[in-house]
């Protein structure tokens, strides 16, 4: 050791260190929000002028057509719409898009906010930054509690089914559904609903009823949405 001068070993340790922590570090950059396309996916445009399309991290909003979606989007707009954020780049998804935790420019965590708000699900799935997730998932039970947002229907449809049920794999058919039924309840959550509700062919939607008396007298309650 002795015949490597101190400054050889700093700077070797030095080079060292910047390229372990590199990754960790380097992606993150700041740039103004000019779209919100919805709840979860924003355009930032960079100092270089390239208009960057940003899914955010861990959480999945409801679709535009879902309840809620057009609510989740202008919450989005409200605090982000032209502003200057920093992108906390977390990685690349399938679709080739830039995966990020977002900040406002107080500091502000956005997509956390989004939760708070009952504007979105945690997507548990691939929100996998342990300190960031549990504190989401907490923020979510709270919000489920307070019944604030999309939570105020006690049997949202998380956006991720909401899609494969678009895709026709779990809306009950036709012939599962008895010309007579007015009513569905489903018997995983206990609520019923009226035959004009989204959620009435819903997967585990497999009692149906003539009245809300029945439904009612059968031990469901009535859906905070479609009101039965
Ligand atoms: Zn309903």
Redesign the pocket.
């Known amino acids: 050791m002795s015949s490597l001068p101190l400054t050889k070993i700093i700077r070797w340790f030095s080079i060292t260190l910047a390229i372990v922590l590199l990754p960790a570090f380097v992606w993150a950059w700041t740039g103004k929000v000019v779209n919100v396309a919805d709840g979860d996916t924003i355009t930032v445009l960079t100092d270089t002028k390239d208009q960057v399309r940003i899914r955010l991290y861990g959480i999945d909003a409801p679709e535009s057509r879902q309840p809620f979606g057009s609510k989740s989007t202008q919450f989005v707009r409200d605090l982000a719409a032209l502003q200057t954020v920093k992108v906390d780049v977390r990685h690349t998804d399938r679709y080739g898009r830039t995966v990020a935790v977002i900040f406002l420019p107080d500091g502000t965590n956005l997509n956390e906010e989004i939760v708070r708000a009952g504007l979105a699900w945690v997507y548990t799935q691939f929100c996998k930054d342990h300190s960031m997730c549990a504190k989401w998932d907490q923020l979510q039970a709270t919000a489920k509690q307070s019944r604030i947002g999309l939570w105020h229907d006690p ?1 949202p449809i998380p956006p991720w089914e909401w899609r494969r049920g678009n895709r026709g794999a779990f809306q009950q058919p036709d012939s599962a559904v008895p010309s007579w039924a007015q009513f569905s309840g489903n018997t995983s959550s206990g ?1 019923f ?2 035959r004009s ?4 062919r819903c997967k585990n939607c497999t009692e149906f009823f003539r009245t809300r008396v029945d439904a009612i007298n059968a031990g469901f309650r009535p ?1 905070g ?2 009101r ?1």
Not at 197 to 200: G, K, P
Request: charged share 25%.
């Open positions: 049997d609520v609903h009226t509700c989204e959620h009435f859906c949405r479609c039965p």
